[in-house]
């Protein structure tokens, strides 16, 4: 259990071009996925939306989620290496991991990654590590029904599937803008449970390893 897989692969389908959306499949197993669900399950909250307040409850977004330190754990750390060569950037450009947990009906409605200039703090977002300029979504299992990841301007629907990650471009080539066609919505499933691991890649290096004392995770060199 390694974050590898017998038949992984960085290769994958071009789905749409401006913005960029891939998909990939086997470029992890079942432990890898069964792994990053037992470290997030005790850990699970509510998520939230970014408002003028801060992060808040919100109808928009009735997941729950785990956020996860990579870099202390050996399995973390190998998927995110794999997950960098996708998007062409360093690992430490990566935020910190985010488990997520889809029960029942919960669901994320349509909404951007990108850091846009309404959302509050977003002059110190981009100060640190720079805006989102990909996400890449991670299925930590097949769902029975529903469940689906859709752009709808784009006309795009994906469904999850153990070991396959969606990747995607936020922003307007070029410029940190916010690209309006890569707005999406996470449908909930009406079986079940879905489990995603995600990941948001910055401009610049934001989440090292070297911050953090040699035993909280492997050894690195950078």
Aim: charged letters at 25%.
């Amino acid at each position: 259990m390694d974050g590898s897989h017998g038949k992984s692969r960085t290769d994958g389908r071009l789905l749409n071009l401006n913005p960029m959306v891939s998909v990939h499949d086997d470029v992890f197993d079942a432990a890898t996925a069964d792994h990053a669900i037992a470290l997030a399950r005790d850990k699970l909250q509510r998520s939230g939306v970014v408002g003028f307040s801060g992060a808040t409850e919100s109808d928009a977004r009735t997941s729950h989620h785990a956020g996860l330190d990579q870099w202390s754990d050996p399995v973390l750390t190998a998927l995110v290496e794999r997950l960098s060569a996708l998007v062409r950037l360093p690992p430490e450009n990566a935020e910190p991991i985010k488990v997520i947990r889809y029960h029942g009906d919960e669901k994320f409605d349509l909404h951007l990654d990108a850091f846009s200039g309404f959302t509050p703090g977003v002059a110190e977002a981009l100060a640190s590590g720079g805006q989102r300029l990909f996400t890449t979504l991670c299925y930590l299992g097949d769902t029975d029904a529903g469940g689906l990841t859709e752009f709808p301007r784009l006309k795009i629907v994906v469904r999850p599937r153990l070991g396959r990650v969606l990747a995607w471009s936020n922003t307007v080539p070029g410029t940190d803008d916010p690209h309006p066609d890569s707005v999406h919505v996470g449908h909930p499933v009406t079986d079940g449970d879905k489990w995603v691991l995600s990941v948001w890649w910055r401009e610049r290096l934001f989440h090292v390893p070297r911050d953090y004392p040699a035993e909280a995770g492997p050894d690195r060199i950078i």
